[in-house]
C-alpha cells in the first residue's frame, strides 16, 4: 500500500521524524527555514498532507492553489492565526493544532521572563560580559521583588492558569482581565475591563489569542495607563502588542521594563526594542523544551494516522 506523502516544513525532533517516516513518505525542510507561497504551493499539489509551523504563512491562496493533492494540514503549533481557516473550509481541507501539551514549557518561561524584568537579570548578564562589572554595591541594579505585588493575566486559558499558579508561589496577588469570568477567579480578582487590569497590576502577563479582535490591545493609550513602575510581558501572540509604541514607552520611563518571547513580525523585532537595557528579549522560547517539542510533534502525528485511517482528527480546527 502506497503510503501518504508528507511535507514538514521544518526539521522536527528526531523521535517525531522517525515515528513519521514508519508510516508516511516524508519529505524534509533540509534548509530548516521557511517556505514561501510559491513553495508552498507546490506542497500543496505534491503532497497529501502539509505539516507547516506557527512561522509559515498559510493563506488562502495557498489553500486554494489548483490541483491541490494535500487534504490536511497539520500544524506543529497551539496557534492558528497563521492559517486562512475560511479557506480551509471552503476548501474540504481539514486543519489541526497542538493544544495542551505546551502550557507547562511556556509558563515557565513567563515566569523567567517576570523574574529578569523585575530583577533586571539581562541587563546585569549584559554588564557582566561586557567587563563592565565593578563589584558589589548596595544601589547596583536594585530591581523588584515579587512578593505582595499584584500580577495581572490578560486571558485566562491553560497557560495563564499555570503562570497564576507560578506567581501564587512567589507571592503574588492575581488577577484577571477575560472575555468572562471564569468560575475558578473570585469576583474582587476579576476585571471587565483591560484599562482596569492595568491601572492596578505591577506586572502585565499578555495570554490572549491573536487575530484583529485583540491587535495591538497594548498601544500606547494601554501603556500611559500602566503603572510607571509596572512591566509588561508578552508569551502569547506577538500581535497583541504595538511594538513601536512599547519602544517608546519603554525609552521614556511610562513602564519599567518588558520581556517578550513573541513578536508581530517573527523572526523581524522592533529595531528601537533591541537597544533597550529594560527590554528582555527571548527568541520564540515558550516551548522551547525537547520533551514538549516531542509532544508537538506526536500530537502531529497521531491526527495524521486518524485522518488517513478516515476517523475525526483530536484536534481539528476547521
Known amino acids: 500500500m502506497t503510503k501518504p506523502k508528507i511535507l514538514l516544513t521544518r526539521r522536527w525532533p528526531e523521535a517525531v521524524e522517525a515515528r513519521l517516516a514508519a508510516s508516511y513518505d516524508v519529505t524534509l525542510n533540509e ?31 495557498v489553500i486554494l492553489t489548483e490541483d491541490r493533492r494535500a487534504r ?51 541587563e546585569g548578564e549584559r554588564e557582566l560580559r ?9 544601589t547596583h541594579l536594585l530591581g523588584r521583588s515579587l512578593r505582595g ?41 476579576y476585571h471587565s475591563t483591560l484599562e482596569s487590569l492595568l491601572r492596578v497590576s505591577d506586572v502585565v502577563s499578555l495570554h490572549a489569542p491573536g487575530g484583529s479582535a485583540t491587535r495591538h490591545m ?25 511594538e513601536a509604541a512599547l519602544a517608546v514607552a519603554l525609552r521614556d520611563g511610562v513602564i519599567a521594563a518588558a520581556g517578550l518571547d513573541v513578536y508581530e513580525r517573527e523572526p523581524a523585532v522592533e529595531a528601537a526594542l533591541t537597544s533597550l537595557p529594560n527590554a528582555v528579549l527571548l527568541p520564540h522560547l515558550g516551548s522551547a523544551t525537547l520533551e514538549t517539542r516531542e509532544a508537538m510533534g506526536m500530537k502531529v502525528a497521531d491526527n495524521l494516522d486518524a485522518f488517513f485511517a478516515g476517523r475525526e482528527p483530536f484536534d481539528r480546527i476547521a
Open 31 to 61: 534548509a530548516d527555514v521557511p517556505l514561501d507561497a510559491a513553495a508552498l504551493a507546490v506542497a500543496m499539489r505534491e503532497h497529501d498532507a502539509l505539516c507547516p509551523t506557527v512561522t509559515d504563512k498559510i493563506p488562502r491562496e
Open 72 to 122: 490536511i494540514i497539520g500544524n506543529y503549533g497551539a496557534g492558528f492565526e497563521h492559517i486562512d481557516l475560511d479557506a480551509a473550509r471552503e476548501a474540504g481541507v481539514a486543519i489541526t493544532n497542538t493544544p495542551d501539551v505546551l502550557t507547562d514549557a511556556t509558563a515557565d518561561i513567563a515566569m523567567a521572563l517576570i523574574l529578569m524584568a523585575t530583577r533586571r537579570a539581562g
Open 130 to 138: 561586557a567587563g563592565e562589572w565593578s563589584g558589589w554595591r548596595p
Open 149 to 189: 505585588k499584584v500580577l495581572g493575566l490578560v486571558g485566562y486559558g491553560r497557560i495563564a492558569r499555570a503562570v497564576a499558579e507560578r506567581a501564587v508561589a512567589f507571592g503574588m496577588t492575581v488577577v484577571v482581565h477575560s472575555r468572562s469570568r471564569a468560575d475558578d477567579v473570585a469576583p474582587d480578582a
Open 218 to 242: 497594548i498601544d500606547a493609550a494601554a501603556l500611559q495607563t500602566m503603572k510607571r513602575d509596572a512591566v509588561l510581558v508578552n508569551t502569547g501572540r506577538g500581535t497583541l502588542i504595538d
